[in-house]
C-alpha cells in the first residue's frame, strides 16, 4: 500500500474545477495545487474543498508540473491538468493499485485521455489523435516532466501501463479558447525552438496539414467541430513559421537601424 499525492495545475479554471476535483479527493492523500494567478471564482472553489494552492507565475507548463511534484510530501504522484476529468474506471484502478503492494519505483501508469473540442470527442487535435496515453502516475524520485515549450512530458519511468477508463481532457471549449492557445502556443514554440523563418516553408507545411489533420485524418466527417480542428492544424503550421520570419525582419531591421544609427552622417 502507498499513499498519493495529487499534483493539479489552475489558472481560471472554475468552469470545470468541481467535476475535476470530485473524482480526485477520493484517491488523494494529499493535493498540492500550483496556481499561476487565477481571477475568476478558482480561489474560492479550492478554499471550499479546504485546498490552499500554491501561487507560481506560470512560465511553461512541465515547470509548473515538476514544482507541484518538488512539493509533494509523497513519493507516489498523480499530476493532473484543470481541464482534465477522471472516470468510474480509472478511479478503480488507482484506488486497487494503492491498496496493494507498493510497486517498483521505477514503474509508472498512463492515463487513456480523450480530447473534446467544443464540447464534442474529437478523433484529432493538432499534434495529438484522440485517445492519447500521457505518463501521469509515477515516483517523483524516477520521472520529471521535460521543458518542451507545447506538448511536454514526463519522463524516466523503466516500464509504463496504461490505466483503463475515460478521462475527459475538455479543452478548446469556445472559439475564443482555440483562437487564444493557437496565439499563444505558436508564440512559445517560436521563443524556445529554432525555427526556419520561411513564409513559403510555413504555406507548404499549412497546405500539408490541412490534408493530414482535416482530409485524412476524416475531422470533415465532424461537421463544425472538424472544421474547426483542421483550421487550428492549418494555421498553427503557418503562423509558426510566420512568426519565426516577422520575428527575423524585426531583428534584422533593428540591427540595420543600430548600424545606420552608429555612423552618423556628418
Not at 478558482?42 to 501561487?55: F, K, M, N, Q, V
Not at 501521469?136 to 501501463?161: E, I, M, S, W
Not at 525582419?249 to 552618423?264: I, L, N, T, V
Request: charged share 20%; hydrophobic share 35%.
Amino acid at each position: 500500500m502507498f499513499r498519493l499525492t495529487v499534483c493539479l495545475l489552475t489558472y481560471n479554471s472554475a468552469r470545470l474545477l468541481h467535476q475535476v476535483l470530485t473524482p480526485l479527493i477520493r484517491i488523494a492523500d494529499e493535493m498540492v495545487v500550483i496556481d499561476s494567478g487565477s481571477s475568476d471564482k478558482t480561489l474560492s472553489i479550492l478554499e471550499g474543498y479546504g485546498i490552499a494552492p500554491i501561487y507560481h507565475p506560470y512560465a511553461m507548463h512541465g515547470e509548473q508540473m515538476n514544482m507541484a511534484i518538488s512539493r509533494s510530501s509523497n513519493d507516489w504522484v498523480l499530476c493532473v491538468d484543470s481541464d482534465e476529468i477522471l472516470d468510474e474506471t480509472t478511479l478503480d484502478y488507482i484506488l486497487a493499485l494503492k491498496s496493494g503492494e507498493e510497486p517498483p519505483a521505477d514503474s509508472g501508469w498512463s492515463l487513456s485521455r480523450y480530447w473534446y473540442v467544443l464540447g464534442e470527442q474529437t478523433r484529432t487535435i493538432y499534434p495529438i489523435s484522440s485517445p492519447d496515453f500521457p505518463l501521469r502516475l509515477f515516483h517523483r524520485r524516477y520521472v520529471k516532466f521535460n521543458n518542451r515549450p507545447v506538448d511536454d512530458k514526463a519522463t524516466g519511468a523503466a516500464r509504463v501501463t496504461r490505466i483503463p477508463g475515460h478521462v475527459r481532457h475538455d479543452t478548446f471549449y469556445s472559439l475564443h479558447e482555440v483562437f487564444n492557445k493557437l496565439n499563444a502556443y505558436t508564440t512559445r514554440v517560436v521563443q524556445y525552438q529554432t525555427l526556419r523563418p520561411s513564409i513559403a516553408r510555413g504555406a507548404i507545411s499549412a497546405v500539408g496539414a490541412f490534408f493530414k489533420w482535416y482530409v485524412f485524418s476524416g475531422a470533415w466527417r465532424q461537421g463544425k467541430t472538424g472544421v474547426v480542428t483542421g483550421l487550428y492544424a492549418t494555421l498553427y503550421s503557418f503562423l509558426k513559421y510566420f512568426k519565426a520570419w516577422y520575428h527575423h525582419q524585426d531583428k534584422r531591421e533593428s540591427a540595420a537601424r543600430g548600424h545606420k544609427d552608429s555612423h552618423p552622417v556628418e
